[in-house]
């Protein structure tokens, strides 16, 4: 499976400079923007009253720092592929040219640590990909917050967000890629907690930011493992020098230097991934994401297709190289039982995740919790595939989940902002249909490229990653695909649900309070953008994949994707096919019947479904398993570190040995003053009253005594003089 | 010619006089008199040294500095009676062993 491309080191000072452009852009309208909100706030407060710039401003701005994002992504992809030189002959191994430019900010102007730009095929289509999303969401967003008081806030952080993303995705090392990494957790907990004066979107915003922490630490203990083996090599003159670049790992990796081979990798790669479960809400530290919901709707959309969630996968697609340091088709080199473990557990980590995430959707009523544990699920997918060797497929599925799901996300956005509800819960809707034409058409859309329907987006990458998984050695592979078909009827299940429960029947909300509107022109535009993206994708893939047809250099899609990734894999087979395809339409038809028909009451009613449905809504218990290991173990941990602290530390240390020393110090030092300085000054001024007492009798005011004493003073000279001439 | 010396016995005289003067009178005028006598028998000293040991006819050093002495104890008596007066306007007398205020106050410590 571990057909590599070649790959070159080339520099290219203008490609680096517009790729830079498109991480500062963003950057640069958040700081302004935050600077006005500052501003605001200031101004606000010295005058007592409310003041907010004009929204038509600060929205442009935010929209623009996107908009400058998109025009130097376009330059930079159009110009990095055309540098590439696909041609028929060569597109089964191209040679590829990676892009790097390294700004080393350190004095001695060496080490891995710098700042650096790596244009590899998989960083230029990922930040494509996120500046047309994040740039649509902008736009869509100066709609929906539309008359929020802390407006320029939002944006001056979604372009801060937006930024980070584009940091990480075009890093060139895991040093940067950390720091971006941390920046992207940071304006995530401020998004999520935009509405914080609500105590839940400030609980959920701790949570996912301390659910995060937990793979940030594993991730940073990853790369310092790499670093110091990496210094370690260097030092006995292996290789050139300590890195942490992409490029050196992947070529260290690959050419196989004795060290650095997977029997030592297999605990960074998978300390690295322990970030990526983090940030991408694997199991068990999912529970964040369902609770980020509390952030504004065009946030969840960001969060969830393109930026925060597919950063954690996207480094793995990144560092997938140091999972499979070796061809895994030939056994006869694998000697250390643990090369299988990492890819092994990613692999079973991933479908565990996209069960359990499915099985919630179901049960969830929420709306956008509903799309949340779906993301979860297919976040699963999408690790699913990384840990089975489809690099390729993973990355595939990535792209049409990013789209798709950001579609839904504005739409749930649109039907929120419609009846003006803080939560549209699925009990509550119904019948929005002939209310809000474009939102019904975009969302089925959306929901039929989830679903996996034959044909759409979904479906093609669902099946890329299906057929990784068929082909991978993974442990127990067999059963892994079947609990990877599963999921997908249950993707159907749900998403048939959601559409019916929201689209058709007879309205369930209150019609004397709710009076639901159609979406707004801004919204409408957003909204098309991505559907039109969707619909793209499904007919280019159809037309390519499917039957084969206007492919230019006489490969599919999938099959320039994995020249550029590196990676092949079998192509598109329709016996194969054929259980996915299934599963999808029964999962269809078996919502249909329970909330469109109303039938299967007893299936519904069961008390094993109930016993099913009990469980997944309380998460699998691992949101409570997560709670109780951080209030029992770590709680007890901590009570006893605090009996250490105050009978120890605070009894003894402090309370007797330094209160009591300086005390006691001070007490000596005051008696020393008292006894000693103080009685030695009282004497010696003692002295000189004493002396003065005395000597004020002299003065008697008597004008006689002064003359008597002026002859006796006189006469006292002249006898000294004379005595002292005579002698 | 008389002996210089009876000169310096009768200025002694009149020294030891008016010191006598200045220490036991309590009048003002009396103590300011007796400084007049001892001034002047400082004069006559002063002359009569120079009669002992100016040396040649122009040496009138002791002349002279009986001069400067006369007309500072005029001075020194036109300001003594012009200070006397102000006593007396403000004590009602020139009694000087009755004017004390130069001595140290009993003050409340």
């Known amino acids: 499976m571990a057909e590599e491309s070649l790959i070159n080191l080339v520099e290219n000072d203008t490609l680096i400079t517009l790729a830079a452009l498109v991480i500062v852009i963003p950057f640069l309208t958040g700081i302004a923007l935050l600077i006005m909100r500052a501003i605001e706030i200031k101004k606000s ?54 892009v790097v430019g390294d700004y080393n900010f350190l004095p001695s102007g060496t080490g891995p640590f710098k700042w650096g730009i790596a244009l590899s095929p998989l960083s230029v289509i990922m930040m494509l990909l996120l500046s047309i999303i994040a740039f649509t969401i902008h736009l869509y967003a100066t709609e929906y917050m539309h008359g929020d008081s802390a407006f320029t806030r939002f944006f001056g952080t979604l372009n801060f967000f937006t930024g980070s993303m584009f940091g990480f995705v075009l890093s060139s090392n895991l040093f940067m890629a950390f720091v971006f990494w941390e920046l992207l957790g940071f304006a995530s907990y401020l998004l999520i907690g935009y509405y914080w004066p609500k105590a839940s979107a400030s609980s959920a915003a701790k949570k996912a930011f301390l659910y995060n922490k937990v793979g940030d630490v594993s991730f940073m203990i990853g790369i310092a493992l790499i670093w110091s083996r990496t210094v370690n090599l260097t030092n006995s003159g292996l290789i050139t020098a300590p890195t942490l670049d992409y490029y050196w790992l992947k070529h260290y990796a690959q050419i196989g230097i004795e060290g650095f081979d997977m029997a030592f990798l297999w605990l960074p790669s998978l300390l690295i991934f322990g970030g990526a479960v983090g940030k991408s809400a694997q199991l068990p530290l999912f529970g964040w994401l369902p609770e980020a919901m509390e952030g504004p709707t065009p946030v969840s959309a960001l969060l969830h297709s393109s930026t925060m969630v597919k950063a954690g996968l996207f480094l793995g697609a990144r560092i997938y190289s140091l999972f499979f340091t070796i061809d895994l088709t030939d056994l006869s080199i694998v000697e250390n039982s643990f090369i299988w473990f990492t890819p092994n557990f990613i692999a079973w980590i991933g479908t565990l995740t996209a069960l359990a995430g499915g099985l919630m959707a179901l049960t969830a009523d929420d709306l956008k919790k509903v799309l949340a544990f779906s993301t979860i699920s297919q976040l699963g ?44 819960n699925l009990s509550e809707l119904g019948g929005l249909k002939k209310h809000m034409p474009h939102t019904y058409w975009t969302m089925l859309i959306g929901l039929l490229g989830l679903a996996g329907v034959p044909l759409m987006s979904g479906f093609w990458s669902k099946d890329a990653v299906l057929l990784a998984m068929e082909e991978s050695d993974i442990f127990g592979h067999q059963f892994l695909l079947i609990l990877a078909i599963i999921t997908a009827g249950i993707t159907a299940f749900y998403s048939a649900k959601l559409f019916i429960l929201t689209f058709l029947g007879e309205a369930r909300y209150d019609k004397e309070t709710v009076h639901p509107s159609p979406a707004g022109l801004k919204t409408r535009i957003s909204l098309w953008i991505i559907a039109s993206l969707v619909i793209i994708e499904s007919l280019w893939w159809t037309f390519s994949i499917g039957l084969g047809q206007f492919n230019i250099l006489g490969k599919n899609f999938e099959y320039y994707l994995g020249s550029l990734l590196g990676q092949h894999q079998s192509e598109f087979n329709i016996v194969f096919a054929i259980p996915s ?147 | ?25 309590k009048n003002a005028m009396r103590i300011l008199i007796s400084v007049e006598i001892m001034l002047n028998s400082a004069n006559l000293a002063m002359v009569a040294f120079n009669g002992m040991f100016g040396l040649g006819i122009g040496n009138l050093d002791g002349w002279i500095f009986a001069l400067i002495v006369i007309g500072v104890a005029a001075a020194e008596a036109a300001i003594g009676l012009a200070i006397f007066l102000s006593v007396y306007r403000n004590f009602g007398e020139i009694t000087v062993s009755n004017i004390f205020t130069l001595k140290e106050q009993e003050v409340a410590n």
């Open chain 1, 45 to 98: 407060i010295d005058t007592d009253t409310k003041f907010k710039f004009d929204e038509n401003l600060t929205g442009n701005i935010g929209v623009a720092g996107l908009g400058g994002s998109v025009i130097m992504a376009l330059i930079v992809t159009i110009q990095y592929f055309s540098q590439l030189n696909l041609t028929k002959e060569n597109i089964s191994h191209p040679v590829i040219n990676w």
């Open chain 1, 381 to 424: 997918f999408i690790g699913l595939a990384l840990g089975a060797g489809g690099l390729t497929a993973s990355f595939f599925h990535l792209i049409s989940h990013a789209t798709f799901k950001s579609l839904l996300f504005l739409c749930a956005g649109a039907i929120i902002h419609s009846i003006h509800k803080p939560h549209a």
């Open chain 1, 581 to 727: 395809i299934l599963a999808v339409l029964i999962g269809i038809g078996l919502a249909v019947a329970i909330y469109h028909y109303n039938m299967l009451e007893v299936l519904q009613n069961h008390p094993v479904m109930h016993k099913i449905f009990a469980i997944a809504e309380r998460r699998f218990y691992v949101d409570e398993g997560i709670y109780w290991f951080a209030s029992n173990p770590v709680m007890n941990v901590g009570d006893k570190f605090s009996v250490v602290d105050k009978k120890f530390i605070d009894g003894i240390v402090i309370d007797k040995v330094i209160t009591q020393g300086t005390l006691t110090v001070a007490d000596t030092s005051d008696k020393f003053d008292i006894k000693i300085i103080d009685k030695f000054v009282n004497l010696l001024g003692d002295w000189i009253s004493f002396i003065g007492k005395r000597l004020r009798k002299l003065q008697t005011g008597m004008t006689p005594n002064y003359a008597l004493m002026m002859v006796i003073g006189l006469g006292l000279i002249l006898t000294y003089l004379t005595i002292s001439t005579l002698f």
């Open chain 2, 1 to 25: 010619m008389i002996d210089a010396t009876w000169y310096l016995g009768l200025s002694g005289f009149l020294f030891a006089g008016g010191l006598f003067g200045v220490l036991t009178q």
